[in-house]
Structure formats: C-alpha cells, structure tokens
Nanobody
Framework: QVQLVESGGGLVQAGGSLRLSCVAS????????MGWFRQAPGKERDFVAT????????DYADSVKGRFTISRDNAKNTVYLQMNTLKPEDTAVYYC?????????????????WGQGTQVTVSS
C-alpha cells in the first residue's frame, strides 16, 4: 500500500511560481514511478509530468515543458513539481500518483495509488 499526500497549492498571480510536494508512505516509494496529473473545472484529468524510480527519467505534457520540473527525493519519500511562469490555464486540482515497479507513464490507468489533490489557482 502507498498513501500519498499533496501540499503546496495555493493562489498565485500569472507569471509566478509554486512548488508542489507529495509525501508517500509505504516501502515501495523508491521503486515507484511517480506522476503528476491535473483536473481543471469541467474538464477531464490530464497528465502533467512523470518520473522514473530507477534512473530519474522524466516526461512532460507539451503544455508544461520548459516551465514545470518534476523531481524526487527517495530519502524523504517525496516527489516535487516545481511550477514556474504559471498561467491562468494552469488552474486545476493537482494530483500525484504512484505506480509501484512501473515505468514512467502519461497513462492514468497505470497508476495504482492517488492522492487527494491540491488546488492551484492562477489569477490573471
């Protein structure tokens, strides 16, 4: 079992930055691919970023490339999402997810565990 708790969301002006954190409990975190997804009001949940457990390979949605950075600290059982140059269209609930022993993936179906989400609101 893996339990995930996100934090770091909030209200920020366009052009600003936020860093989201996701703390995981459970022994398999260091062997889990981790992903960040987001869901805007009235829209489906979309992929944002993912990171491998084995070699820190990463992948990003085109909409966030060059602005967001995913990273992880296995010693702290934590994955981060650094978000820079935020835009109003980044407003959403952000979720982290874990796929024990899996590869980094943009597919939500691969992830077995999900956090409750943290709200990010970007004002124009």
């Amino acid at each position: 079992q893996v339990q995930l708790v996100e934090s770091g969301g909030g209200l920020v002006q366009a052009g600003g930055s936020l860093r989201l954190s996701c703390v995981a409990s459970g022994r398999t975190f260091s062997r889990s691919a981790m992903g960040w997804f987001r869901q805007a009001p009235g829209k489906e949940r979309d992929f944002v970023a993912t990171i491998a457990w084995s070699d820190d390979r990463t992948d990003y949605a085109d909409s966030v490339k060059g602005r967001f950075t995913i990273s992880r600290d296995n010693a702290k059982n934590t994955v981060y999402l650094q978000m820079n140059t935020l835009k109003p269209e980044d407003t959403a609930v952000y979720y982290c997810a874990a796929d024990p022993w899996g590869p980094p993936s943009s597919s939500q179906n691969r992830y077995d565990y999900w956090g409750q989400g943290t709200q990010v609101t970007v004002s124009s």
